[in-house]
Structures are given as structure tokens and as C-alpha cells.
């Protein structure tokens, strides 16, 4: 710690308060996504297994725990339950450090990368602490905060790794990644770049190490539910259904279930929702293929737009000030980030392939639309790239202003300004649906 600076660390105690202040204040209730999350904790703290529903105590296989992305978030929740009692408040709490933890991650990792550049560590940090969304998400009983900090702590550790090749960076790199992909299966993508730069580096060792720590740590697991369903499942089966309700003629990329997808999810066994959404996501891949790759534009488009920010939460429906407050907030902050992140990106890309890190830092930030995209685009979806752009916005910032700099934000407003605009034409009637909601006071 005598490391840090000493504002790093009253920003992380700030964040830390601040993350506190929202969670107590709201109080709010898990409900839809958290309140399974809390339901399979809860369940696992009491000893009856990894269920959603605690009657299906003596028949699991007939359970839909394994629907929700997972199990870490789950096993973190149980952890905290089994040691506290089943008060919600120490998960607020936790969470609440966890994220002025990841401020100090921030601050290190962006050391790590640009050690030149001291002042870019401390924006970085300093975007981070106050992106209204991570403030929100870390009130709520949500994978976001934990897996942010997990996949911060791995990011560090591997760039430190590339660095100083010593053993204990390396074994600490084999539990971190595991642990991120078990809380969201997203992190397999970066995970399988570090292998791919391993390998073009001829470091073998540390590949089978990495490769070696991964299988058994997500093996046992794996092998258990694979063994509970009869059929093979690496973390969760959430996948093809997730695939197959933002892929479908008439999506238009969130998650929108049909009456036809309800009825399914209602009325059949996991394992037949799974056999049925990957068929009939192949179904609409090779029989509208033209339809499949509109979609998938329409997707990019609502990822990259600048006009989605994140406040129609639940907690806030009844405060339409509140609301809106957050709304304008996030609003600010997100395009803030993906304007200053993306050119930060673009100033890049001189060094990406003479510095392994920046290459690495180049991959993950592109690797994490690519993993949502395809799926489901929700407004949350998009969180956990608000820490990459954080670190390359903070480069741009810090840069010295000259025309480069000044071209690579135009080229970045242009690129966000197509996206916005496509998804003004795809969505507008959903987009004017969400402003009337939001001015409605």
C-alpha cells in the first residue's frame, strides 16, 4: 500500500462510501436476475445444493439454476450468507470495497501500461470511481461488480506477468482467469488470447500452466453439471437459450422473449429449451442468413450508440426525478467514455503490435463487444467494457494535445455517430417509448 498515492487511496475510500451510500439508501429488493441469484446463494448456504427453487432439494436435474450465468457470482453469494446469515446488506457492503478495491486495480494497471505517464493512471482511476452505472450495479445483488474486480485483478496480473515472467505472477494468473470465466463465461475470449500470445511467444510452460490451472479448476464443476443433465456444460447452460432469444425473426437485438420462447421456457425441461434454442437459432441462421446479419447491425448499432444510457432499473420507477438524474448522469459519463476510450483506442494502434501489453489491452477491449454482440445487447452488457475504455481514454487525455490526437476523436465521433444513428433507425420507436418514459415526471 505504501506504494499507492495517497489520493488513490481516498478516491478508493470515496468510491468505496459512495457505492455505500447508493445501497443503503435504495434498499433495494433482488428481484428478476438478483433474486435467483439470491435464491441459488441462499440455497447453497443451507446445504440443499445448487437450486433455484428449494423443492427441487431431491431433484436437481429438474431445477433451472443452470439457466442464470454462473456459478461464481452464486458461490460468492452462498460464501457471504454462510458466514453473515442471509442479510443482503453484507453483499452491499462487500461489494461496496470491491469496488474501491478495483479503483487501486485501475490505477495499477494503467502504471503498469503507460509508466510514462503517471496522470493517465489517475484519470483512468478517477472515470472509473464515478461512472454512475458501476455506482448503480454495485447496489444491486449483480455479476457486474465481482467479476469486474476478478477480471481488473487478472488484467493486472497477466500484464505483470508479460513483464517479469516470475512463477508466483503466473500461478496467480491460473486461479484468477478460472475464476472470472466461472462468474461470466465472456472472459473465455481474453482468456484465449493470453493462451494465443503465449503460444506465439513460444512460452510453453506458462501455457500449460495457465491451460492445466483452468481445467481443474472449472473441471469439477463442469463435470458435475455435465453429469447431473446427461450432456456436456462447461459453467452454465444459459448460452444457447440467451442465443436463441436475440436471434430470431422480428428481435431487434435486447432481450426479447416471444410468446412462442415464454411458452417453451414455461413447458419444457432444461435440457429440451436447450436442445430446442439451438435448433432454432440454426433454423434462423441458415434460413433467413440476409435477416441474421441485419440483426447483427442492429445489434452493433445499439452497443455503440451513444443515446442508451442505463437508469430504467426497477428501484427507480417510482422516483421519476431519480430517474432521470441517473439517466442524464449515465448518459454523460458513457459517452464520455466511448468517445475518449475508442480515439484513446485509435492512438494506440501505432504501439499494438511493438508492445505485447498494448496488443493484449487491444484484444480485450475488442473482445468484449464481440462476446455480447452475437447474443443479447442490453445497456448493462456493456459495463464491464467501461474499465477498458476508462484506461485507453485516460491515455488519450493525458496525451499531449496535437493534430493527431484531435483526428483520432473526430474519426471516434464518427464511427459512434454512425452507430447512433443506425440504431435511431432500427429502434426510434423504442428509443421515443424510453424518452417519454424518462420525461415523464
Known amino acids: 500500500m505504501k506504494n499507492i498515492p495517497r489520493h488513490i487511496l481516498v478516491l478508493a475510500a470515496a468510491t468505496t462510501l459512495i457505492s455505500l451510500a447508493y445501497a443503503f439508501y435504495w434498499h433495494d429488493r433482488p428481484r428478476v436476475d438478483a433474486a435467483a441469484y439470491d435464491k441459488i446463494g441462499w440455497n447453497l448456504a443451507q446445504g440443499f445444493g445448487y437450486i433455484e427453487e428449494a423443492s427441487n432439494v431431491l431433484t436437481p436435474e429438474l431445477d433451472w439454476a443452470l439457466i442464470r450465468v454462473g456459478p461464481g457470482y452464486q458461490f460468492f453469494l452462498a460464501a457471504v450468507y454462510w458466514i453473515f446469515g442471509h442479510k443482503i446488506w453484507t453483499v452491499w457492503v462487500l461489494q461496496a470495497l470491491l469496488r474501491g478495491a478495483s479503483v487501486i486495480l485501475m490505477w495499477f494497471i494503467v502504471r503498469r501500461l503507460f509508466p510514462d505517464m503517471p496522470r493517465a493512471a489517475t484519470i483512468a482511476s478517477v472515470l472509473f470511481a464515478f461512472t454512475p452505472d458501476l455506482i448503480v450495479v454495485s447496489g444491486l445483488l449483480l455479476t457486474e461488480t465481482l467479476f469486474i474486480f476478478v477480471f481488473l485483478a487478472a488484467l493486472l496480473v497477466t500484464f505483470t506477468f508479460f513483464d517479469r515472467r516470475q512463477g508466483m505472477l503466473l500461478i496467480l494468473a491460473a486461479v484468477l482467469w478460472p475464476f472470472a470465466i466461472l462468474i461470466r463465461p465472456t472472459a473465455l475470449l481474453a482468456f484465449g488470447f493470453v493462451l494465443l ?245
Not at 236 to 255: I, M, P, Q, R
Not at 394 to 401: G, Q, R, T, V
Not at 430 to 436: D, E, N
Open 197 to 441: 500470445l503465449l503460444g506465439w511467444r513460444r512460452d510453453w510452460r506458462a501455457l500449460a500452466v495457465l491451460a492445466l490451472a483452468t481445467i481443474c479448476i472449472i473441471g469439477p464443476w463442469s463435470y458435475t453439471v455435465s453429469e447431473r443433465y446427461g450432456r456436456f456444460i462447461l459453467t452454465t447452460s444459459v448460452g444457447s437459450y440467451d442465443l436463441w432469444v436475440g436471434n430470431h425473426k422480428g428481435a431487434a437485438g435486447g432481450f426479447e422473449k416471444t410468446p412462442e420462447i415464454q411458452h417453451v421456457r414455461n413447458t419444457v425441461t432444461m435440457n429440451e429449451l436447450d436442445r430446442i434454442s439451438r435448433g432454432e437459432y440454426k433454423k434462423f441462421l441458415f434460413e433467413s442468413p440476409g435477416e441474421f446479419i441485419v440483426l447483427q447491425i442492429k445489434k452493433a448499432a445499439l452497443y455503440f450508440s451513444l443515446i442508451r444510457p442505463t437508469g430504467f432499473w426497477i428501484h427507480l420507477a417510482d422516483d421519476p426525478i431519480h430517474r432521470l438524474l441517473t439517466l442524464v448522469a449515465s448518459g454523460i459519463l458513457t459517452a464520455l467514455l466511448f468517445i475518449g476510450g475508442i480515439a484513446g483506442l485509435l492512438m494506440l494502434i501505432p504501439r499494438i503490435f511493438r508492445e505485447v501489453k498494448i496488443l493484449f489491452l487491444g484484444a480485450v477491449v475488442v473482445l468484449q463487444p464481440m462476446s455480447v454482440i452475437p447474443i443479447i445487447v442490453e445497456s448493462r452488457y456493456r459495463f464491464v467494457l467501461y474499465p477498458l475504455l476508462a484506461i485507453t481514454a485516460a491515455f488519450l487525455i493525458a496525451h499531449k494535445k496535437d493534430v493527431k490526437s484531435r483526428r483520432v476523436v473526430v474519426i471516434a465521433l464518427a464511427l459512434l455517430g454512425i452507430a447512433t444513428m443506425l440504431d435511431i433507425l432500427f429502434h426510434g420507436g423504442a428509443i421515443v417509448r424510453r424518452l417519454q418514459d424518462a420525461l415523464a415526471l
